[in-house]
């Protein structure tokens, strides 16, 4: 019961340093052309939509600290998240090449040390790695002088890799401090895909003024993880329903698109291989981007095709 409390109790301080962020990063948004819902968003070409891919390749970086660092305890959640760069992603590659499907892979510094060979496969086809942290940190946990030596770290690793340099972040479970974002334009990254507060874009305000730091919000309902996650220890996702049906995932994102398509907006999806790359829910993956391209005028896009849009046009 002790560990159950213990748990419970840091469950509450993450969620109060959380929402405390939130409501500091939340007020920093800024839209040309206000909140009104029937102007419709300008996308490239013509399209009614843009669909933005992405792939948060965690691997065993969820499970490295088991009780006092023993990170032996945890042999199997490890696995569970080593199947994602050693078998999912290739899955997942496998889908977007014969999509003819670009998109955007969110890969911390560890696990593209662990899987060099991940990296220059995702690399080579075209897509595009933003930042995920080095080990999946808790951003809110550090110093901004630690966020920047963790971005760093893992800059060095995909530089060393592939001679790019990140354009995009995502703060690994969704949690900056509210000076993240100083410290992301100090580091001259283009984009931010952290915050869930709109379904479109926005200029993200520092020092009172539109930044050229665009923010790509996403959603919760909108990630693979709560609906399709299964691990017995430690147990995740905490407190929720094991796996739900596939179908009914499938139908949600669908009818998600349905919403976002009539409106113009941005979708963003949120996938983690360890997750949707395994067999089964691959074929989830693969009828989702059917359904999408059966619609006409969509912009599949990268994160950073769509920030420097933005840019550009608002």
Known sequence: MNNQHENIQTFYIIMVNITTNYTAMSNQSYIKGGNDMDEKIKWPNGAKCAVMLTFDVDGETLFVEGPEGADWYYPRSRAFGRYGPHRGVDHILEILEAENVRSTFFIPGRTAADFPDMVKAVDEAGHEIGCHGYDHELFADYSLKEQEEIIKRSQEVIYSQTGKTFKGFRTPSGDPTAET??????????????????????????????????????????????????????????????????????????????????????????????????????????????????????????????ADWWKQNY
Request: glycine share 6%.
């Open 181 to 306: 974002s100083s410290l992301l334009q100090k580091l001259g990254f283009t984009y931010s895909s952290s915050m869930r507060g709109d379904d479109r874009p926005y200029r993200t305000v520092l020092d009172n003024k539109a930044s050229d730091l665009i923010e790509i919000p996403a959603k919760w309902e909108l990630d693979d993880y709560p609906q399709l996650s299964y691990d017995f220890f430690p147990a995740m996702p905490i407190s929720l329903d094991r796996i739900k049906g596939y179908h009914q995932v499938l139908d949600n994102w669908k009818r998600e698109f349905d919403g976002y398509y009539k409106y113009g907006y941005h979708y963003v999806i949120m996938f983690h291989p360890q997750i949707i790359g395994t067999p089964g829910k691959i074929v989830i993956l693969e009828e989702l981007i059917k359904y999408i391209k059966s619609f006409p005028d969509v912009w599949f896009a990268t994160g950073s095709e769509i």
